[in-house]
């Protein structure tokens, strides 16, 4: 009696292990993270239609195994007009349910935050919405929309993503536990401005997942509005 039970727990844990590092490339709030953990995200995204450049550097940390910070800050790094440094984003989860099985996990987050100009001209916009994820397998959905509202003279603003992850390799994790994998990533994602229409965009990319860090790179293409394709490159490391 007593070995099944190890061994149903130590089938639990390998399926909560498998999704430790998975997310969609563009839907960083879906990463699952452990109390006291923290990840450090560096994305650079180039478009060539306007052939600009800039680097995002995100920070995550666990504060418990539910409630989790996301700071995000961009960077230009194409010459051009204005500050280089763009507006520091602060986004609280709290996952409020989730369901792990033997086929995998289901979870739910609500978020909540700010973003902080680094310009005083500028003016401050309060962020919130959800995100969910469900794992099965090989298998993996995130979804996740945020609302932006804009404060004084600051536009409002929306966006979504919808990520759907395969695992290409290996088709079994070994039951001892779990080594790297590629991952296939496929969204669909929409960015709103207050004055303008839904931009909605396609991604395709591959992801080289392994125990603490992880390697992406994606295309994005805008799929209405004017031509603008996008480039991205990331790396994080798990501490």
């Known amino acids: 009696m007593i070995t099944n039970k ?16 998975a997310m969609g490339i563009r839907s960083f709030v879906a990463l699952p993270i452990e109390a006291g953990g923290t990840v ?16 995002t550097s995100n920070l995550a940390y666990g504060i418990s195994a539910k409630q989790t910070l996301f700071l995000g ?13 763009g507006d ?4 609280y989860r709290h996952i409020v349910w989730q369901d792990d099985t033997m086929q995998g996990t289901s979870r739910l987050g609500l978020l909540g935050g700010a973003i902080l100009p680094s310009d005083g001209a500028r003016d401050a916009r309060l962020q919130f919405g959800a995100v969910a994820t469900f794992y099965r397998k090989r ?3 995130d979804l996740d929309a945020l609302w932006i509202e804009g404060l004084g003279d600051a536009k409002d603003r929306a966006r979504y993503d919808i990520a759907w992850q395969y695992r290409l390799s ?3 994790h070994a039951d001892w536990g779990i080594g790297s994998e590629w991952d296939l990533d496929l969204e669909l ?9 839904m931009v909605h965009q396609a991604t395709v990319g591959l992801q080289s997942i392994h125990k603490r860090w992880v390697l992406e790179g994606a295309l994005v293409k805008g799929l209405n509005g004017p031509n603008d394709t996008r480039y991205i490159l990331s790396a994080r490391f798990h501490f």
């Open 139 to 141: 298998h993996e959905w």
């Open 189 to 197: 994602g929409g960015r709103w401005e207050q004055g303008t229409e």
């Open 6 to 21: 190890i061994f149903v727990a130590g089938l639990v844990l390998t399926v909560l292990m498998v999704d430790v590092s």
């Open 170 to 172: 290996p088709a079994e």
């Open 40 to 55: 450090v995200r560096f994305v650079d995204e180039h478009n060539g239609d306007t052939n600009a450049n800039s680097l």
């Open 88 to 91: 520091l984003s602060l986004l």
């Open 73 to 85: 800050l961009p960077y230009r790094l194409s010459s051009g007009e204005g500050d280089r440094l």
